[in-house]
Nanobody, 123 residues
Framework: QEQLDESGGGLVQTGGSLRLSCAASTRTFTSYPMGWFRQAPGKEREFVAAISQHGDSTYYADSVKGRFTISRDNAKNTLYLQMNSLKPEDTAVYYC????????????????WGQGTQVTVSS
């Protein structure tokens, strides 16, 4: 069964760092573009970052550009999100995604979702 499993969330102070990981259950995902989305309490789910199948192209939301880095290791079937200089407004549940086609930033175009991992940034 194809599934995505996030880990690495937690509680961190403002200015701190976290590294999220997303383990894919099969090598099917190595052929898909992948990404990260997040959802804060009371807000809609939003795009954070995306990466092409081979990792040669990356995309970021303006709110995280310069602070977050997305990467993937296809040999390990794993996606990463390195988050630096964290702010309280980064507090959210972070979701790993994969898609067969469509836009990297549209929620509706993502075909697979993980269960999410909570990131809390204290001020």
């Amino acid at each position: 069964q194809e599934q995505l499993d996030e880990s690495g969330g937690g509680l961190v102070q403002t200015g701190g760092s976290l590294r999220l990981s997303c383990a894919a259950s099969t090598r099917t995902f190595t052929s898909y573009p992948m990404g990260w989305f997040r959802q804060a309490p009371g807000k809609e789910r939003e795009f954070v970052a995306a990466i092409s199948q081979h990792g040669d192209s990356t995309y970021y939301a303006d709110s995280v550009k310069g602070r977050f880095t997305i990467s993937r290791d296809n040999a390990k079937n794993t996606l990463y999100l390195q988050m630096n200089s964290l702010k309280p407004e980064d507090t959210a549940v972070y979701y790993c995604t994969a898609r067969r086609s469509g836009s990297h930033y549209l929620v509706g175009d993502q075909d697979y979702w993980g269960q999410g991992t909570q990131v809390t940034v204290s001020s």
